[in-house]
């Protein structure tokens, strides 16, 4: 019973990388250097850094994926935080900020 649970929870947690039909577009190393750009031209690489870059799908039903890399800490965006960035398949990035309205 235990092995078997074990399993199901290895499935559930490898789910979404076994739904992957090929390698990404845009490799970790691509990704890394975009998030650490983006940092840089902010200003933000001094005291902010990567925590982690993690490659994850873009919605619960499609095959697509993206890069997400984490900031070590929020970065203050005139009343919301960044908490990271998002990094497609074609290269282009978005910001990942907090979902609170601003005040």
Do not use: C, N
Not at 24 to 45: F, M, N, R, S, T
């Amino acid at each position: 019973m235990k092995k078997r649970l074990a399993f199901v929870t290895a499935l559930l947690l490898a789910g979404p990388a076994l739904l992957a039909d090929e390698r990404p577009a845009v490799g970790i190393e691509k990704a890394a250097a975009l998030a650490q750009a983006h940092l840089q031209d902010g200003g933000h690489d001094k005291t902010t850094w990567i925590a982690a870059l993690t490659l994850e799908p873009d919605s619960v039903m499609r095959r697509k994926f993206v890069w997400y890399a984490k900031w070590s800490a929020p970065i203050a965006l005139g009343g919301r935080k960044e908490l990271g960035l998002e990094i497609s398949m074609d290269g282009s990035v978005a910001r990942a900020v907090d979902r609170k309205a601003p005040k």
